[in-house]
């Protein structure tokens, strides 16, 4: 089993709707939380952190982490083409200075 | 911006030749790292830093060795290139946020595209 997995996508939402990406870790004590947006041919760029449960809002994304299902979940509301790229989840565990990404999920917004 | 820059941004090698990414920090960041992205394999981390001279492994450190004789720059070399190191390298630094540890929103550079023949 991989440490933090993500569906590899493509996701292909319509303009204007919500779009849903998850992220699933295994390591029960990991304590931080983070979506990174790359462009293709770009460095990934950070997007949203979150450490405790419960939804975190920032502009048109909101960031959802449930340790107890080790599940994190990033939203997107009022998708537009620019917010097409690839989404990479990372997880750093208790006491560790590293950061273990997902594969990342592939998200099309469509006119 | 976190100031990170790398160099080259592009290079093509043959196989069995030495290469040397560089990665240079302007912030005094104590953390560095370096990663390589491949399709399918996502970002995965080569080696890291957390001061001048002190460095470990990443998940993927085979072939690869790290030097850091200065806080701004942390150099990744490829004693003797292979096809398998065609990649995309990324440098990071982390840097304190609002989070639960000292050190804990990484950074991206620009990243260095190799190509090894």
């Known amino acids: 089993q991989k440490e933090v997995e993500q569906n590899s996508g493509p996701l292909s939402v319509p303009e204007g709707a919500i779009a849903s990406l998850n992220c699933t870790y295994s390591?029960?004590?990991?304590?931080?939380f983070f979506w990174y947006r790359q462009y293709s041919g770009k460095s990934p760029e950070l997007i949203m952190s979150?450490?405790?449960?419960g939804d975190k809002e920032d502009g048109r994304f909101t960031a959802q982490l449930n340790k107890a299902s080790q599940y994190v979940s990033l939203l997107i509301r009022d998708s537009q083409p620019s917010d097409s790229a690839t989404y990479l989840c990372?997880?750093?565990?208790?006491?560790?200075?590293?950061?273990?990404f997902g594969q990342g999920t592939r998200l099309t917004i469509n006119p | 911006d976190a100031g990170i820059t790398q160099s080259p941004r592009h290079k093509v090698t043959e196989t069995g030749t030495p290469v040397t990414l560089r990665c240079h920090q302007t912030e005094n960041h104590r953390y560095m790292y370096w990663y390589r992205q491949d399709p399918g394999h996502g970002l995965r981390l080569i080696h890291y830093?957390?001061?001048?001279?002190?460095?470990d492994k990443g998940e993927v450190s085979d072939g690869y060795s790290v030097s850091r004789s200065k806080t701004e720059d942390f150099l990744l070399t490829l004693e003797s290139a292979t096809s398998s190191q065609t990649s995309v390298y990324f440098c990071?630094?982390?840097?304190?946020?609002?989070?639960?540890?000292?050190?804990?929103?990484?950074?991206f550079g620009p990243g260095t595209r190799l190509t090894v023949l």
């Open positions: 830093s957390y001061g001048v001279k002190d460095t």
């Open positions: 390591d029960r004590v990991s304590q931080s």
């Open positions: 979150i450490y405790s449960n």
């Open positions: 990372a997880v750093r565990g208790q006491g560790a200075q590293k950061l273990v």
């Open positions: 990071a630094i982390s840097e304190r946020t609002s989070g639960p540890s000292l050190a804990d929103t990484q950074y």
